[in-house]
């Protein structure tokens, strides 16, 4: 049985893939990894496994008992909160990618899936139809070590022939996990206040265009590129990935065909300081040539979507 495993199983991403591996893989072929326990019973039937990403030692031990054919290694501190922390996100997000990358040189994993984002692009960056080859120009730690782990990737891979895959993604839509401190984190809490029927306050301007994609396109995307053969994968650094582009205004629109009686105010804090530096839209040819990417759902189909989980009551608890 081939394994794989998912470190930073318990967050927003994490919990989403591990799902959809344990639907096309199995429970048992599906390992997660965390530093705290993911708060998904689904998920936890899978074996969990305690670890610090940053410990190159726990790390290597579990990857070399573990002989995994494919990590996903998502562990990292996004945009918003490492701001806030910067010394002890680049610690993370770079510490534990080289743990993964020297585990894969020395042969104890044969794929590594890392995520990379948007937010390697800055203000030297185009705004709109951003092509892969763009200038990178990153203004936030969280970008940086994105930057930082790009290039990482593309020389583990050159030197080592390590098999490592990347997607920039935009900002990711949900409902089945509580977002984790990004700035597009905004696009998954006003379809749980507008779902039950709370005003909202949007910490970003209403005419903040970003890139977005709702969960089920990310993960889809992500298990498509790995499923790739390896002669397709060009890029070595990241593949850029576009699904819609839209303002809190034009969500706040398409919420209000559902549920007219929605409001939304504007108080923008420090985050819309780093939304400017993003772009409006990604150019994501690359990713669709070499290896079929096509996006599937709209801001309408995805907001009925979301509205009618969180009115189930799925995960979130916050207004």
Not at 57 to 85: C, D, F, N, P
Not at 122 to 133: A, C, E, I
Request: glycine content about 6%; aromatic content about 10%; hydrophobic content about 40%.
């Amino acid at each position: 049985m081939s394994k794989k495993l998912v470190i930073g199983a318990a967050g927003q991403l994490g919990i989403e893939l591990v799902l959809a591996l344990q639907s096309k893989h199995g429970i048992d072929s599906i390992h997660i990894a965390d530093i705290r326990v993911p708060e998904n019973e689904q998920v936890l039937k899978s074996t969990f496994l305690h670890l610090d990403a940053i410990d190159e030692g726990a790390m290597h031990k579990v990857l070399e008992e573990g002989q995994y054919e494919e990590v996903y290694h998502l562990a990292a501190m996004l945009s918003a909160t490492g701001e806030k922390r910067p010394l002890a996100a680049w610690d993370l997000n770079m510490q534990s990618l080289l743990n993964v990358l020297e585990a894969a040189k020395e042969g104890w994993v044969q794929r590594i899936f890392w995520p990379s984002s948007i937010a390697v692009f800055g203000p030297s960056t185009p705004k709109k139809d951003v092509p892969q080859n763009a200038t990178l120009d990153p203004t936030t730690v969280y970008g940086i070590s994105k930057q930082a782990g790009e290039y990482w990737c593309r020389y583990y891979h050159e030197k080592y022939g390590v098999d490592v895959r990347s997607l920039r993604y935009p900002g990711l839509i949900g409902h089945r996990s509580v977002p984790g401190g990004g700035t597009t984190d905004y696009a998954v809490e006003i379809y749980e206040y507008a779902a039950k029927g709370k005003p909202y306050s949007c910490f970003l301007k209403a005419d903040q265009a970003l890139p977005m994609m709702y969960m089920d396109d990310a993960v889809r995307a992500t298990m498509e590129l790995m499923a790739a053969p390896a002669k397709n994968i060009r890029i070595r650094t990241s593949y850029n990935l576009h699904a819609m582009s839209f303002t809190p205004s034009e969500v706040g629109e398409s919420i209000r065909q559902l549920a007219p009686e929605f409001q939304l105010v504007y108080n923008p804090d420090q985050r819309q300081a780093i939304a400017e530096t993003w772009p409006d839209s990604i150019n994501d040819q690359a990713a669709a040539e070499d290896w079929g990417w096509k996006p599937e759902l709209n801001l309408d189909q995805m907001t009925q979507l979301m509205l009618d989980a969180f009115r189930a009551g799925v995960v979130h608890t916050k207004p």
